[in-house]
């Protein structure tokens, strides 16, 4: 009941003042276990594709979003826990691993959709960065649930990284066919099958987004982007 409201309130003012389009809605099953796995560009990615959908996705999210201070860490927190998100707290290192894997899998044994950003983190720059063979991989191969490749278009433009209020324009998502990596069902504890599920993956949601596919780990790559900020900081008084 609860869920049902917070989509009725939040995901319908969102369809209607940012009107996103959608492909590929007819390759979400209209019932049984699939494991979304998308892009992100935004934090809003988790607001606008459980909007278009008509069934419950589950992401894990951190636990921050749960307990963030002022009026919009309130609101954020309200809609998370009225959608079903489930807050993992991502302080423990392996832990923390282990536990969004086993939440994930619990959605999919319940008959229900999970949501997974396998780059691990926001994109810096709007372009794909490599995907983590962790969560993804290992959720999909220990149940045999379908993959479902999902692009994010233009999120990142309506709500950058900092900025509280979003700008009005439309954002896309396009949603591939599932891919079957049943084959590989029991094999999660094969780091080269875990590496090539997540690179396939990966592949498929280049070719639906159009990014610029990066080899390396998004988490490296802000590592790097604020080292290069730090430098210039430090260059700019003698120049």
């Known amino acids: 009941?609860?869920?049902?409201?917070?989509?009725?309130?939040?995901?319908?003012?969102?369809?209607?003042?940012?009107?996103?389009?959608?492909?590929?809605?007819?390759?979400?099953?209209?019932?049984?276990?699939?494991?979304?796995?998308?892009?992100?560009?935004?934090?809003?990615?988790?607001?606008?594709?459980?909007?278009v959908l008509d069934r419950k996705v589950t992401f894990i999210a951190k636990a921050e979003y749960f307990t963030a201070p002022g009026v919009k860490?309130?609101?954020?927190?309200?809609?998370?826990?009225?959608?079903?998100?489930?807050?993992?707290?991502?302080?423990?290192?392996?832990?923390?691993?282990?536990?969004?894997?086993?939440?994930?899998?619990?959605?999919?044994?319940?008959?229900?959709?999970?949501?997974?950003?396998?780059?691990?983190?926001?994109?810096?720059?709007?372009?794909?960065?490599?995907?983590?063979?962790?969560?993804?991989?290992?959720?999909?191969?220990?149940t045999g649930a379908p993959v479902i490749p999902v692009a994010m278009i233009d999120t990142e433009k309506i709500q950058p990284p900092g900025q509280v209020v979003p700008r009005l324009m439309r954002p896309g998502i396009r949603i591939g066919k599932?891919?079957?990596?049943?084959?590989?069902q029991g094999m999660d504890g094969d780091r080269f099958i875990l590496r090539s599920v997540t690179d396939e993956v990966m592949y498929e949601i280049m070719k639906l987004s159009g990014q610029e596919y990066v080899d390396i780990y998004a988490t490296a790559a802000k590592r790097q982007i604020a080292e290069d900020a730090k430098t210039k900081g430090q260059e700019r008084p003698g120049a």
Do not use: C
């Not at 991502?90 to 319940?110: N, P």
């Open 1 to 51: 009941m609860i869920y049902g409201a917070m989509k009725f309130s939040i995901g319908g003012s969102l369809k209607l003042a940012f009107r996103p389009w959608v492909e590929g809605l007819e390759n979400i099953p209209a019932h049984g276990p699939a494991i979304l796995a998308s892009n992100h560009l935004s934090f809003s990615d988790s607001f606008f594709l459980p909007a």
């Open 73 to 142: 860490g309130k609101l954020t927190a309200a809609f998370f826990k009225g959608v079903g998100q489930l807050p993992v707290d991502r302080s423990g290192g392996r832990g923390a691993g282990e536990a969004a894997i086993k939440a994930g899998i619990q959605v999919i044994e319940s008959g229900g959709l999970f949501g997974i950003y396998p780059e691990g983190t926001r994109s810096p720059d709007g372009r794909l960065y490599r995907g983590k063979p962790g969560g993804l991989a290992r959720v999909a191969l220990a």
């Open 178 to 184: 599932p891919l079957d990596f049943s084959r590989y």
